[in-house]
């Protein structure tokens, strides 16, 4: 039987012509309560294999700011730092704590489709995204991913 810790299993590339998607309902209860400070929950992420650069990553600060998706243009393989790399947000929806509410991550041949709390956008591989001035470098959709 395959080892079910393996690479093979766990990680996908973009170009295989299926269509990678991360769905999830939930509630925020407990969170990070520093004064001063917004509160920062990771909610979902996909990253790359060898890859220290996330392609995304989900993050709720609070009810009163956006969820943000926070992205990275491009990456450097081997899991090494990137100077040349810039990581940009764009906000979707709004939750409070202790309220349900659902996210979704779509990755395919197209590009990335997100979704929180009501709010969906779409971004084509290689095209701006709103104004942040950056794009998705086409590069990421030939790396092998993980959620």
Known sequence: SPDI????????????NNNH??????RIEDHPNIPGQLPK??????HGYDIKQAL??????????????ILNDTFVLGNDPCDH????????GHANANTDWRYNIEVNK???VLEAAGVKKSFA????????????????????NSF
Do not use: M
């Not at 998607?21 to 939930?26: C, G, I, R, V, W």
């Not at 009810?63 to 943000?68: F, L, N, V």
């Open 5 to 16: 810790c393996s690479a093979d299993t766990q990680n996908w590339t973009v170009d295989d």
């Open 21 to 26: 998607k991360l769905e999830a309902q939930l």
């Open 41 to 46: 929950v990771i909610v979902g992420q996909v």
């Open 56 to 69: 995304i990553k989900l993050q709720w600060e609070g009810g009163d700011k956006a969820i943000r998706a």
């Open 85 to 92: 790399c810039n990581s940009f947000s764009v906000n979707l």
């Open 110 to 112: 197209h590009g990335v």
């Open 125 to 144: 591989w290689g095209e701006q995204i709103e104004n942040t001035g950056y794009s998705l470098d086409p590069t990421w959709a030939h790396s092998e």
